[in-house]
């Protein structure tokens, strides 16, 4: 469906077919704009609030208050719609937030099979491998192989939980806190936490850098 | 491309219902990803909220154009590939501009273009969803809907099921959107937690009425998912509506 193709339209865009999603992306932009129903300025300011703004640093701050104090992290775990309200963080993808905590014998990890449903105003825009075929397919099949795969071996006694969004209830796992970090302003502990640990895919490594 | 299914999948499925299907290989992974990885990512995201503006806010909608593309189409450009695919289902479908509109603008940038890779015309491989129509959906039950625009409903009848009922999602008998995966299909399952109560995907993707439903977390020990392939000591949970549902028979 790749046709080769000639060069020297004399046209900047001739590298590229009419199946390409460059090319096809332009046209529905020009169409929508012209007739009204889109704003590029709209456009450019949407897309820059997801690069610059809305991201897992937002996931990371509840975290670091969940881990500086017990009374939160109590919340976060049985009402975190309120934490959220109460932190005054809005956005898209956050109608009903569940937190997952990691402990010792007991290891969260997220997917969406069906689509790759993921709580934006928390974390940002997913990776691409979150809404792989790969990933989705095979998390809930064989999630400790995916995750040895991505680097995180778990021992056998070690239960798994897999939490597959299939509603609109979106899911953050609350890491484990690593050891070496007692006393800990928040910001400091904030900016130990990944995306990656918030999806359940990696441990918040230890500061001494293990 | 997806792998050629190793096992017979319930006629049911779609393309999109990836969960525990075989085949699929290592995990793309790679650390620190940016949102985006080209422009055309960029532009397809930043159309989201003028396209379904110009087309539906139904929850679900855009769900099912993309359960209707033709494997190639869901899977070829990824996920922003497969949104922009599903933008030109909708376009078409609410008829927002034509097809020649858009062929000559496709036309403008490329010289002439083959039809069969023309979009949005006859030729365009997405399952009509007029031909999808479920049957069998719940009765409605309107409820006051908040002034924040939510799926969450307040529902005046209590749930059916309770924490540690056994329960199943019988496999479907009718086409349509649904969040049932197919892996949790006739597997029993315990309810682990009730999640507010939303209105039924299944019916507004389909301009349906919304027959809000009380909403379960539903944990399925990986021994009754996958049988001897199971991996030990894991439990899938998935958050099922509870017109899926019916009581287990106890085991």
């Known amino acids: 469906m790749h046709d080769d193709h000639g060069h020297g339209h004399g046209h900047h865009h001739d590298h590229h077919d009419a199946s390409s999603p460059e090319v096809r992306v332009e046209a529905l932009e020009d169409l929508l704009v012209e007739r009204g129903l889109a704003d590029r300025e709209r456009i450019d300011a949407t897309t820059q609030r997801f690069e610059h703004d809305i991201g897992p640093m937002i996931g990371a701050r509840l975290v670091a208050e969940a881990w500086a104090d017990a009374g939160l992290r109590r919340r976060l775990l049985t009402d975190a719609d309120a934490v959220v309200a109460d932190m005054d963080i809005r956005g898209a993808e956050i109608e009903h937030i569940e937190v997952k905590a990691n402990e010792p014998g007991v290891h969260n990890v997220v997917v969406c099979t069906l689509c790759s449903c993921y709580p934006w105003a928390l974390l940002g825009l997913p990776p691409n491998w979150y809404k792989s075929p790969e990933y989705r397919a095979r998390v809930v099949r064989e999630p400790r192989r995916v995750l040895a795969e991505m680097g995180l071996e778990l021992d056998a006694e070690t239960e798994v939980r897999v939490w597959d969004s299939s509603s609109e209830t979106r899911f953050l796992v609350l890491p484990e806190r690593p050891a070496g970090t007692e006393g800990w302003p928040t910001e400091r502990l904030a900016e130990l936490v990944t995306r990656d640990s918030m999806i359940g895919v990696a441990r918040v490594t230890d500061p001494g850098g293990q | 491309m997806p792998p050629d299914a ?147 409903r307040d529902l005046a009848e209590p749930p059916r099921f309770g924490t540690g009922d056994r329960v199943v999602a019988p496999t479907p008998t009718q086409p349509g959107h649904t969040r049932l995966p197919g892996y949790v299909m006739d597997k029993p399952g315990t309810v682990a937690k009730l999640h507010p109560a939303e209105v039924l995907p299944d019916s507004t993707a389909h301009n349906r009425g919304e027959r809000p439903q009380h909403v379960y977390c539903v944990g399925y020990d990986a021994r009754t998912l996958w049988g001897d392939d199971a991996e030990p000591n894991a439990t899938v949970y998935v958050d099922l509506y509870e017109c899926y549902l019916t009581a287990a028979e106890s085991d």
């Open chain 2, 6 to 152: 190793e096992e017979p999948t319930p006629a049911t499925r779609g393309v999109h219902d990836l969960g525990g299907a075989s085949g699929w290989g290592r995990i793309p992974y790679e650390a620190d990803e940016p949102p985006f990885h080209a422009d055309w990512e960029r532009r397809v995201f930043g159309l989201l909220g003028p396209v379904t503006s110009a087309t539906t806010r139904r929850p679900g909608e855009f769900r099912y154009a993309l359960e209707r593309l033709h494997p190639d189409d869901y899977f070829d450009n990824g996920y922003f590939g497969r949104w922009l695919a599903g933008f030109e289902v909708l376009l078409a479908e609410y008829e927002v501009f034509g097809p020649v509109d858009y062929s000559a603008r496709l036309e403008a940038r490329t010289g002439p273009i083959p039809s069969e890779v023309r979009r949005m015309s006859p030729e365009l491989r997405v399952a009509p969803v007029a031909d999808r129509v479920p049957s069998m959906l719940p009765p409605d039950r309107p409820v006051p809907v908040p002034q924040r625009r939510t799926v969450r």
